[in-house]
């Protein structure tokens, strides 16, 4: 009989700490959003297989919003931990924060949420642990996942080529600066 394994988030979670060095810079002289968004993929890799014991891949990430810009000589610290799990999938929640080694004071510079997938060694989808949810803040994240999944499906079949109906939006598009020539 295959009894079906839970864990809690906090099994998931991992806080990864790097030096900001110069070689990490864009022509501005900050940290190259590239390089974070990098460290930021890493690190959901890491919470995800760590949760369910597999090799994982990163199937999508929401939004990304850089906050505060990072300067050379700061720590950057990223925390995640598994917010929702589906059959196979993980969506992993991230906070990243910046610190002035010198000052001791701390910027939010982004969050974001990556979703994960498992995959056998033949490079199949396989089940991951069931998730045991702790704490309000627990299934608070929770149910925020499972909104942004539908809402992300009705997108998709709202703006599908299939059902998209262009003069449902015309009036919409008189607010934007934006012309449209058909």
């Not at 990864?16 to 590239?34: A, V």
């Not at 262009?166 to 600066?177: A, F, I, V, W």
């Amino acid at each position: 009989m295959n009894v079906k394994k839970f864990k809690t988030t906090k099994e998931s979670e991992i806080v990864l700490t790097e030096l900001m060095l110069p070689s990490y810079t864009n022509f501005s002289g900050k940290i190259h959003g590239g390089f974070i968004l990098s460290l930021m993929d890493k690190t959901a890799f890491s919470a995800a297989s760590k949760f369910s014991g597999k090799y994982c891949v990163t199937a999508s990430v929401n939004r990304v919003d850089f906050l505060n810009p990072i300067e050379v000589g700061e720590l950057v610290t990223l925390k995640a931990k598994v917010n929702y799990v589906g059959r196979s999938s993980m969506v992993v929640g991230m906070r990243v924060v910046s610190q002035n080694i010198q000052t001791g004071e701390e910027k939010h510079c982004n969050s974001s949420y990556f979703s994960m997938v498992a995959k056998d060694e033949s490079g199949k989808s396989i089940q991951v642990p069931g998730l045991i949810l702790s704490d309000q803040d627990d299934l608070r994240r929770f149910m925020r996942s499972i909104e942004h999944i539908n809402n992300r499906k009705i997108r998709k079949s709202e703006f599908s080529k299939e059902n998209f109906i262009p003069k449902n939006y015309r009036k919409q598009l008189e607010n934007y600066n934006v012309k449209i020539d058909f």
